[in-house]
């Protein structure tokens, strides 16, 4: 039973990247609520490498600022509760390319 | 947990268009001079009924509360659901007006009051309906948002005017058989007044209905394929059933009420009260599938369920734009900003299958957009190169209708 879903990420979904990311950005489908919305990133260990608070950077994205990443993948869990009031949660991955 | 918000989702639709009915009957179906017991009796309804709301709204509220602690909610969360969140302060001004609402409805049963004094009442009791819409998915809906929830409050308006009025009408007349005493002309003036409240509530609801499933369906093929559009679909099967039998009795039981003599006019009054009532209970079908409805996910969002976890964007070759165009109007090429925020304004031409655009900056996918404007956040200081693509609704197939402009960051 949910409603708002990812439609963009940076990095995207499944996606390599050569350069670290200093944040993960999601843009969801629907407006939603800063309040009782969060964002974790994790490495391959379970490690939380997310740090800070979440920032809603427009009504409908939020973001939060990473530690400096080593190659390897990471997984974006997500959880949000859009202005509906439904609650969404969902896990994206990226992966950060050996140099 | 879904069958509990189902249920307290369905039983707070049904107690506000009961709650409406009863004061509109009150008000403005029930003729002059008809005994005080009956419209007592209506006001007492009304008032059970607004209690009955206020108690399933704590219940929905606690659910909610469940659902975000993943556990019974403490007095901490919820104060801070309340307070900082969009649906929590509709939620608490909510039931701060109908606890003022329940004061109200004392007031008029202890005065007895009539008249003007109920269709005030009744007035003031249209806000308490039209702000379940403020928590609907049409506020959730990106474009027009306020066409899209003044729709909805619309809808629900009507559909709590003519299923509410209907309830109303079946407990005058069911009353006013059991008790006796009613003027012989009571069915004949109620019902030529609902009917009359009918043909103006049944086309709202038509054409508010019709622009809702536009936008929350989209497509014929969703219709079928959801959740949402087949739950959809049995609501509209409901309301074809209530739209018939509510012609049968415009056309036939209404004329008969009004020519039958002493001998038929029982007869009469006892088909078109069965006819009633059945239409109430589809009214109350129709409300349990709105209520069902307001938790499914709209068909247009499919496509984000079935790719949980979606890839956004995968890198596929554009596909032909099939009369899609997109046209940068801001930033102006070779504009300068001087903070990171850059304002994004675009003309679209959907086409055959385009439905939103994906801004890429320096080759990097940054967002996407639906309304024709927005803003570009924490761009980089230096020379840059905005593209918008137009994209399908299924957010991966990108259309060869792009437009690219540079500009530059201080």
Known sequence: MAHAYPAVSIPNNDATVKEPPREVRIQFTEPIELAFSQITVKGAKGEVVSHGKVRQVANDTLAIDLLPLAAGSYSVEWQVLSVDTHITDGTLRFTVATK | ?410
């Open chain 2, 1 to 410: 947990m879904t069958a509990m918000e189902t249920a307290a989702s369905a039983l707070s639709y049904i107690a506000l268009a009961v709650f409406l009915g009863q004061l509109v009957a009150a008000g403005f179906l029930l003729p002059q001079g008809q005994p005080a017991t009956l419209r007592r009796s209506l006001l007492k309804w009304a008032t059970t009924s607004l209690i009955l709301f206020l108690l399933v709204s704590v219940a929905s509220l606690i659910l909610q509360g469940n659902k975000l602690q993943r556990g019974f909610p403490s007095s901490d969360l919820l104060w801070r659901y309340l307070t900082l969140t969009q649906s929590g302060q509709v939620w608490l001004a909510r039931e701060i007006y109908g606890a003022l609402l329940l004061l109200l409805m004392a007031l008029v049963t202890r005065t007895n009051a009539r008249g003007n004094v109920l269709r005030a009442a009744a007035l003031f009791a249209l806000p308490l309906i039209v702000s379940r819409s403020l928590t609907s998915h049409a506020v959730a809906v990106r474009e027009d948002t306020a066409l899209a929830v003044s729709a909805d409050a619309l809808h629900l308006l009507a559909t709590a005017l003519w299923g509410g009025g209907l309830v109303a009408l079946w407990h005058s007349l069911r009353f006013a058989r059991i008790e006796g005493g009613e003027s012989p002309s009571l069915a004949t003036a109620m019902v030529n007044r609902f009917s009359r409240l009918a043909l103006v509530s049944v086309p709202l609801l038509i054409f508010s209905g019709l622009y809702q499933s536009w936008i929350h369906v989209g497509s014929f093929p969703t219709l079928y394929n959801t959740d949402y559009g087949k739950v959809l679909l049995l609501k509209l099967t409901f309301f074809a059933l209530m739209l018939s039998i509510g012609a049968v009795n415009y056309f036939s039981a209404k004329p008969l009420l009004a020519t039958a003599d002493g001998n038929t006019a029982q007869a009469s009054k006892q088909k078109a009260l069965r006819r009633i009532g059945l239409e109430s209970v589809l009214g109350i079908a129709i409300f349990s599938s709105t209520g069902l409805l307001t938790l499914l996910p709209p068909g247009v969002h499919a496509v984000h369920q079935t790719s949980a976890a979606p890839t956004a964007v995968s890198p596929q070759p554009l596909q032909p734009s099939e009369g899609a165009r997109v046209k940068i109007l801001s930033p102006a090429p070779d504009q300068v900003f001087a903070g990171d925020r850059i304002p994004l304004k675009f003309s679209l031409t959907k086409g055959k299958r385009g439905h939103h655009v994906h801004a890429y900056i320096d080759g990097e996918l940054i967002g996407m957009f639906e309304s024709k404007q927005g803003t570009l956040n924490g761009v980089a200081p230096g020379r840059h190169t905005l593209e918008l693509r137009v994209v399908a609704a299924d957010h991966r197939t990108e259309l060869a209708a792009k437009d690219r402009v540079e500009f530059v960051v201080k």
